[in-house]
């Protein structure tokens, strides 16, 4: 119980420091580029809210707790079913349509993701001995999916300082736990760029590319997009000197074409509507 309580502790010391980061960086960004009016994005300050609840603390911390529990095979096996439950949800929810040709897109896109991680064994996937953190897994993908479509709402807002004052009400939130946390963390220059690197790519620039991406072309088109991270963790795999199979290759190959499919009658669409907007 202490061993879970101080990895807890350590989680949101963690955690805190990477967004403060954040929000150090996109406060100042969203004022240069964009000079928002800060008192109409927190007029929607409930929206956001909920978006930084969903989003920041409960896909991070939840991500973080379910692999402590479970392996990244796993993880990443339960994490392939996002993109299909991102776009069942939009297709309920805000009636968003996927085409036939979608739809196979999505299914061959899943097949090319199970293929990489199984190593061309699909029936690896039955054999999952599901534990506590597979649960948590569940709960993660749920909590992206409806933050995917909860970003709809802020398509009006300027996506950098929408994105800041997210960041802000998450520090808010896990202020009270950063501070019972009783932090003590090691400044050496490994853990040092270790959180830079987090602040930097993983929370300001996913997901404010993210935030930008979803409102122009619709949850269930965005969310497929998710496979195309099993493609280039095997791609940074290869670059690191780790081998990888046949299988895994053809998975991406097959990834790469089920993401063109899923989004190849609305691409000239969006595009434009895109452009009308801007």
């Not at 946390?181 to 050496?188: A, C, I, L, Q, Y």
Request: glycine content about 6%; proline content about 4%; some cysteine.
């Amino acid at each position: 119980m202490w061993q879970i309580c101080d990895r807890c502790h350590a989680t949101y010391s963690d955690h805190f420091l990477r967004w403060l980061i954040a929000a150090i960086i996109l406060f100042p960004l969203a004022q240069i580029i964009e000079k928002p009016d800060w008192k109409a994005i927190l007029r929607e300050w409930k929206v956001l809210l909920i978006l930084s609840v969903l989003g920041i603390i409960g896909y991070n911390i939840l991500l973080y707790d379910a692999l402590y529990f479970t392996t990244s095979l796993d993880a990443a096996l339960i994490n392939s079913v996002n993109p299909a439950m991102i776009a069942i949800f939009a297709a309920w929810l805000l009636k968003e349509k996927l085409s036939k040709v979608n739809v196979l897109g999505l299914v061959v896109s899943l097949v090319g993701v199970l293929l990489v991680l199984t190593h061309g064994n699909l029936l690896r996937v039955f054999a999952i001995d599901y534990n506590a953190g597979d649960t948590i897994m569940l709960m993660v993908i749920i909590s992206w999916t409806f933050y995917t479509l909860l970003s709809n709402r802020i398509k009006g807002l300027p996506p950098i300082g929408a994105t800041a004052i997210t960041v802000a009400l998450s520090l808010l939130l896990m202020l009270p736990f950063f501070i019972y946390s009783n932090f003590n963390w090691p400044f050496t220059p490994t853990t040092t760029l270790g959180i830079l690197y987090l602040a930097l790519f993983p929370s300001v620039g996913s997901l404010l590319f993210w935030n930008i991406g979803v409102p122009i072309v619709g949850s269930s088109h965005a969310g497929i997009f998710l496979n195309l991270i099993t493609v280039f963790t095997a791609i940074l795999s290869i670059l690191l000197g780790k081998g990888i199979n046949l299988f895994q290759v053809i998975g991406g190959i097959v990834v790469i074409f089920g993401v063109y499919l899923t989004n190849k009658k609305s691409g000239d669409h969006e595009l434009i509507s895109f452009h009308k907007r801007c």
